[in-house]
């Protein structure tokens, strides 16, 4: 199995970046998928996620407003659409997949099961 992360990259305050989330090995529909980031000296955080279903999602307070979290199941992929960066939002992303959570979408790092090797995101003028 595999999650693989792209998307990230380097992009002015006010910019928008798309991070794409690659399942093999695993079939998504049965999973929750979840993105999350890390700062340097800082402890990982959850950004969003969205239920296996795709009904529901849920977003950190700090991108509410700013980030979209939306799902192809067909594409084994999953996606965050990040819209006026901040130097903030400056981190490693990572996607993970929880199974299960149909109906509730997870926030703890603990419930998931898989996880990508993340992707780069920098925010600076």
């Known amino acids: 199995w595999q999650l693989v992360e792209s998307g990230g990259g380097s992009v002015q305050p006010g910019g928008s970046l798309r991070l794409s989330c690659t399942a093999s090995g695993l079939i998504l529909d049965y999973y929750a998928i979840g993105w999350f980031r890390q700062a340097p000296g800082k402890e990982r955080e959850g950004v969003s996620c969205?239920?296996?279903?795709?009904?529901?999602?849920n977003y950190a307070d700090s991108v509410k407003g700013r980030f979209t979290i939306s799902r192809d199941d067909a594409k084994n992929t999953t996606w965050l659409q990040m819209n006026s960066l901040n130097t903030d939002d400056t981190a490693v992303y990572y996607c993970?997949?929880?199974?299960?959570?149909?109906?509730?979408?997870?926030?703890?790092?603990?419930?998931?099961?898989?996880w990508g090797q993340g992707t780069q995101v920098t925010v600076s003028s």
């Open positions: 969205i239920t296996s279903s795709g009904v529901y999602t």
């Open positions: 993970a997949a929880a199974l299960g959570f149909s109906n509730y979408a997870p926030t703890d790092p603990a419930l998931f099961d898989y």
